[in-house]
């Protein structure tokens, strides 16, 4: 019963935007720090971005040089990552994870420890 379901990915051309979304059930989102978390094909899960529970502290991988945002609505129990600025680079699976006492984007994997995780959802970005 505790889930977390990503949506939002989808093919985008460089220069685009998405907004991804993560929405929990089973649970209560606001007790957890939550990520975004992203694998591309042959290549190790990176950390994306992380959100405190109460949404005051932010962090982000280097690659994303101011061009991504986390947000949480704990109200609707979800978690938001706009992505701005898209580059081919950015392909990947993104995956968001909630955990009950912190989230780090580095790791070994990125994420390794975190208690719940979605199935991800396909970022595409091409011309």
């Known amino acids: 019963q505790l889930q977390l379901v990503e949506s939002g990915g989808g093919l985008v051309q460089p220069g685009g935007s998405l907004r991804l979304s993560c929405a929990a059930s089973?649970?209560?989102?606001?007790?957890?720090?939550a990520g975004w978390f992203r694998q591309a094909p042959g290549k190790e899960r990176e950390g994306v971005a992380c959100?405190?529970?109460?949404?005051?502290?932010?962090s982000y991988g280097h690659f994303v040089k101011g061009r991504f945002t986390i947000s949480r609505d704990n109200a609707k129990n979800t978690v938001y990552l706009q992505m701005n600025s898209l580059k081919p680079e950015d392909t990947a699976v993104y995956y968001c994870?909630?955990?009950?006492?912190?989230?780090?984007?580095?790791?070994?994997?990125?994420?390794?420890?975190?208690?719940?995780w979605g199935k991800g959802t396909l970022v595409t970005v091409s011309q």
């Open positions: 994870a909630a955990d009950l006492d912190r989230c780090t984007i580095t790791g070994r994997p990125a994420g390794y420890g975190m208690d719940y």
């Open positions: 959100i405190s529970k109460g949404g005051g502290v932010k």
């Open positions: 089973g649970f209560t989102l606001d007790a957890y720090a």
